[in-house]
Nanobody
Framework: VQLQASGGGLVQAGGSLRLSCVAS????????MEWYRQAPGKQRELVAS???????TYRDSVKGRFTMSRDNAKRTVYLQMYSLEPEDTGVYLC?????????WGQGTQVTVSS
């Protein structure tokens, strides 16, 4: 049972990345899924979430630049990131919200150079 995140990397400011988070051994069909990020020396913060019916929410600083989506058949959620800024740098983690068994994935590093 795990969430596997991938797609991070080093990009210049203004660039794009697409993160993926694949669930194995567990369904995400009825779960809200979330992306968090954590920068060095800072608290973990919620970046985006998507409910089981596809409703998305974003933190203000990424609205209009990030898009979260899901493919339940593939047990995968995505975070498409455009117009990246140095402030977006951090480890991005996916999270499966569940009443009885929340699940964190390992992170994928995103580094945006100025």
């Amino acid at each position: 049972v795990q969430l596997q995140a991938s797609g991070g990397g080093l990009v210049q400011a203004g660039g794009s990345l697409r993160l993926s988070c694949v669930a194995s051994g567990v369904s995400i069909l009825f779960n809200t899924m979330e992306w968090y990020r954590q920068a060095p020396g800072k608290q973990r913060e919620l970046v985006a979430s998507i409910t089981s019916d596809g409703t998305t929410t974003y933190r203000d600083s990424v609205k209009g630049r990030f898009t979260m989506s899901r493919d339940n058949a593939k047990r995968t959620v995505y975070l498409q990131m455009y117009s990246l800024e140095p402030e977006d740098t951090g480890v991005y983690l996916c999270y499966r919200r569940d009443r009885t068994s929340d699940l964190w994935g390992q992170g994928t590093q995103v580094t945006v150079s100025s």
